[in-house]
């Protein structure tokens, strides 16, 4: 809510700021300072942190109308003046201006996040807006805010033609003067700009900057990404940007060799347009001592609030990850049962099915898994989720399955269509409850605040790129600074390794993600149980993170070192790694607090890990012997008779059996199936708020369940819960099989606020085929496409599913069918029901005349049944009629044509099965 706000003079201008309201303002005091410079005068203005004590920006209007923004920390500059202004595709705002008014408040912000280095926020920033008019008389708006970690402004438009009005009209940006400028000898950490976010970063100097490689350049210009760090004296200063949605593009820093000055670049050099009023991306500097940057939580203060009330659903942690040890491994089931296998006896959270699972299997693994207390994440490439149409069809699919969130990959741009795609499928995935991470993806600012349920973002150099030492002390103190970073540490035993095992162990507490996935696979942890043991304590939310030592530049051995504590509850973690020769690692206890703390180090020794314990007080300094490349871990909690360490008890879910009685029946449209289930748990300590039921929200449309649930509070080892259930199968059910679901849920014996433990089964009720129906719409025993995925009621398209056009032969459409790109074929259970096959089958106009395929129709036991000749691009359909009398077997096959597979779209147009009533 905003309160204390001369908000109707903003509306009167055609400045409207409420799109960027915070929790809480009020109004400056009648103290603050106020400009009395004449219209048409160059001017001078200030905004002070509200403590008026470190950071002051000033404002600059010199005598062309241009205005300048500094920043001063203690009085000394930290930013040189930079330009500022704007230009649309109907008002030149970079010059010639002229103050009409400025607005002060103090604006408070307190929010709780569900990631993050500290969960808990608060924050308190001093706002001044300025109100400017242009030579033509339109109106620009630049609300300048000061806080104690740093400076931002934004700009602020209508959408009228003169840009006096309150209209909301289209608003189209073609550029900004935006710029920072620093001295050309601060010492500089670059990036060279990719959409990926995966180039590594440079220490350099700000003029020289453009030496980084690989050279991302036009000229003398070069293309830097965010976040950018400077070092000047003992001040350092991160520059990026904050709230960026679909409204506008994310943006890059260019710069013209051997100057200081970092110019805002709109991604792509592409013009951003959108409703008025439009207040722009903050553009923002964080700035202070190394700690403050650590710790602050400026781009997420200023971005807008979370969008989802209820966050109940959302939880963090940690999942192991088998395509980085064995980029095979998630297409083999067995593998992937071994992964949650490895989760479930150390409490991880989560297992990550990456690329190359199959819809075939999923389900039954997320089954499995959930039975032993962990959640199945499932990657997509997001050309499978580009569309709304595509979202629709995959997103309540996997919610249906069970999985509990999508990690979602490719993404690779910054311009303001690919922001309105996330802005849609955070949308679809909050109203959903799937949590997300998002790979191959721009770099957070303040994502996180607003949509809660992304647990982490690459857009990072991270682990699968190779390793780097120097890289890694970089990214603490430039990317993960501005929001969760999906790195994806300790592959214990990757061959070649170039960092040690502590340095390995120490990044997930050293980089913040809400999700934290660990790179090695079973084996590997098993040959480290130190590293096990620590890993199984680990948690990836935080209450608090300091900067213990370290930097991003050279200590005076020659080494860099990093060292972030983070603190969850009233344990304490430490990480701290080394990039270089040994050295001794310090880090100064101050950060405890009072008392005596035990503290447990793992470090290294002789190429293993070795754990050792002491207690300490806050007076103390670790001290800690590193290896070339190495690091530590510490893990601190408060000391206590008799305490040994700082272990919480790892609790699994035990093994319980679920048997549903039929598992497989077969029924027929509007006609009825008993269920029987029992419950139990063999052996162990009695499960406490037992619940039995089939699960009618997962059902079929026209489909119902009777029968109550029924439920235990306590039930003891060796005694079934049983439950009975009438199912109706829905009246218009098309032949097909349909799972029916028998959930037991109980609570988590750990405790807390654990979810329950979910036990699942399915009975298979087989409905036979009857009547008319199309082939689009069955199940497949087995899909082979030679370009993406087979698609149902659309053409093959490119290579991500659902993103086809209507099937289309020679400008006749049809409304169902499938979609194939030769050498394909499908196969599909007739049940020995059906008489007859037909289709429309020709070559899809997609291609623009070309391609060229032949249809074939198979039996049982690959009998063929009917084939056509060679159909070419441009050419009409090809009616197809077979006999299917006895086939329970039916392949739809799909040839190249002899020329290749290139162009060979393939339509199944109206593809359906007459099969018996």
Request: hydrophobic content about 35%.
């Amino acid at each position: 809510m905003v309160t204390g706000v001369a908000l109707s003079a903003l509306v009167g201008s055609g400045l409207v700021v409420a799109a960027a309201a915070p929790s809480t303002a009020a109004p400056r005091s009648a103290s603050t300072p106020q400009s009395t410079s004449a219209p048409h005068s160059p001017g001078t203005w200030t905004v002070d942190d509200p403590a008026r004590s470190t950071l002051t920006a000033q404002l600059d209007l010199d005598s062309a109308g241009e205005l300048h923004l500094a920043v001063d920390r203690g009085g000394t500059p930290v930013l040189l003046p930079g330009r500022l202004g704007i230009r649309t595709d109907q008002h030149d705002l970079t010059a010639g201006l002229e103050l009409v008014r400025r607005q002060d408040r103090t604006v408070h912000e307190s929010y709780q996040m569900t990631t993050g280095k500290q969960l808990r926020r608060s924050a308190t920033m001093h706002e001044a807006t300025f109100t400017f008019r242009g030579t033509d008389g339109a109106q620009l708006g630049v609300a300048v805010r000061v806080s104690d970690d740093g400076v931002a402004y934004r700009y602020l438009l209508d959408g009228s033609d003169t840009g006096t009005g309150t209209s909301t009209g289209p608003v189209t940006v073609t550029a900004e003067t935006s710029s920072f400028a620093l001295p050309t000898d601060a010492k500089a950490w670059v990036q060279p700009y990719a959409t990926s976010y995966e180039t590594e970063r440079t220490e350099t100097t700000a003029g020289a900057a453009n030496e980084a490689q690989p050279k991302t350049c036009t000229g003398t210009t070069c293309s830097f990404g965010y976040p950018t760090l400077f070092e000047e004296g003992s001040t350092y200063v991160l520059l990026t940007e904050a709230d960026v949605d679909g409204r506008y593009s994310g943006s890059h820093l260019d710069h013209v060799d051997g100057s200081g000055t970092y110019s805002v670049a709109l991604a792509d050099d592409a013009p951003v347009t959108s409703q008025g009023p439009l207040s722009t991306p903050w553009r923002t500097a964080i700035v202070g001592s190394l700690d403050t940057l650590v710790g602050s939580t400026l781009v997420d203060d200023l971005a807008p609030p979370s969008k989802v009330k209820d966050t109940s659903w959302i939880r963090p942690g940690v999942d192991d990850w088998s395509w980085l040890s064995d980029g095979d491994s998630p297409g083999d089931f067995d593998r992937q049962k071994d992964f949650v296998d490895y989760a479930a006896a150390h409490r991880l959270r989560y297992t990550l099915v990456d690329a190359g699972w199959q819809a075939s299997w999923v389900p039954e693994l997320v089954r499995y898994a959930r039975a032993k207390g962990v959640d199945v994440i499932l990657w997509f490439d997001w050309n499978d989720l580009k569309t709304q149409a595509q979202r629709d069809a995959w997103l309540p699919k996997v919610k249906a399955w069970g999985v509990a969130g999508v990690k979602v990959d490719y993404m690779y741009s910054d311009s303001q269509s690919t922001f309105q795609w996330y802005d849609a499928i955070l949308r679809d995935t909050a109203r959903l409850r799937l949590v997300i991470d998002f790979h191959g993806a721009t770099i957070p600012r303040g994502l996180q605040r607003t949509w809660p349920q992304v647990m982490s973002v690459e857009a990072v150099r991270g682990e699968e790129n190779g390793q780097n030492p120097t890289r890694d002390i970089f990214l603490a103190f430039t990317r993960n600074i501005v929001g969760s970073m999906d790195y994806t540490p300790t592959w214990f035993s990757r061959p070649n390794r170039q960092d040690s095992l502590a340095h390995e162990l120490a990044l997930p507490v050293v980089y913040e993600s809400g999700w934290t996935s660990l790179g090695d696979n079973p084996e590997g942890f098993a040959a480290q149980p130190v590293a096990e043991r620590f890993l199984e304590q680990l948690p990836t939310t935080w209450d608090e993170t300091h900067l213990v030592s370290g930097g991003p530049g050279q200590q005076p051995a020659g080494d860099r070192q990093a060292v972030i504590a983070r603190r969850n509850g009233d344990r304490w973690f430490v990480g701290g790694i080394l990039a270089g020769a040994s050295d001794t690692m310090k880090a100064p206890l101050g950060f405890l607090g009072k008392g005596s703390w035990l503290v447990e180090t793992v470090g290294d020794s002789d190429g293993q890990l070795v754990r050792t314990v002491r207690t300490v007080t806050a007076q103390d300094t670790l001290t800690v012997p590193a290896a070339a490349n190495g690091g530590f871990v510490a893990l601190a909690c408060p000391a206590a008779k008799g305490r040994t360490d700082c272990e919480n008890p790892v609790i699994t879910a035990p093994a319980t059996t679920l048997a549903p009685t039929p598992s497989a029946v077969t029924a027929g449209a509007g006609t009825t199936v008993g269920i029987d289930a029992t419950f139990e748990l063999p052996q162990g300590t009695a499960l406490r708020q037992v619940r039995l039921a089939v699960d009618r929200d997962r059902l079929p449309a026209g489909w119902s369940a009777n029968g109550p649930a029924v439920a235990a509070g306590s039930l003891p080892a060796g005694k079934p819960l049983a439950g009975h259930w009438t199912v109706t199968v829905g009246k218009d059910q098309p032949g097909g099989e349909v799972d029916v679901p028998v959930v037991a849920t109980y609570a988590d014996p750990a405790g807390g606020n654990a979810p329950p433990i979910h036990v699942e089964e399915v009975v298979q009720v087989s409905v036979p085929l009857h009547g008319t129906v199309y082939a689009s719409d069955q199940p497949f025993l087995s899909e082979t496409n030679g370009y993406g995925p087979v698609e149902r009621d659309q053409s093959n398209g490119e290579a991500g599913g659902q993103d086809g056009n209507p099937l289309t032969i020679d400008g006749t459409v049809y409304a169902k069918g499938l979609g194939m790109n030769a050498p394909a074929q499908v196969q599909i259970d007739l049940q020995g029901r059906c008489t007859r096959f037909e289709a429309h089958v020709g070559v899809d106009d997609e291609t623009g005349g070309q391609g060229s395929v032949t249809f074939t129709v198979l039996g049982d036991d690959g009998r063929q049944l009917a084939a056509t000749d060679v159909i070419r691009g441009g050419q009409s359909a090809v009616d197809l009629s077979v006999d299917t009398t006895g086939v329970h077997t039916l392949s739809l096959a799909v040839g190249d044509g002899g020329d290749g597979k290139n162009y060979d779209h393939a339509d199944w147009g109206l593809a359906q099965l007459t099969c018996a009533d």
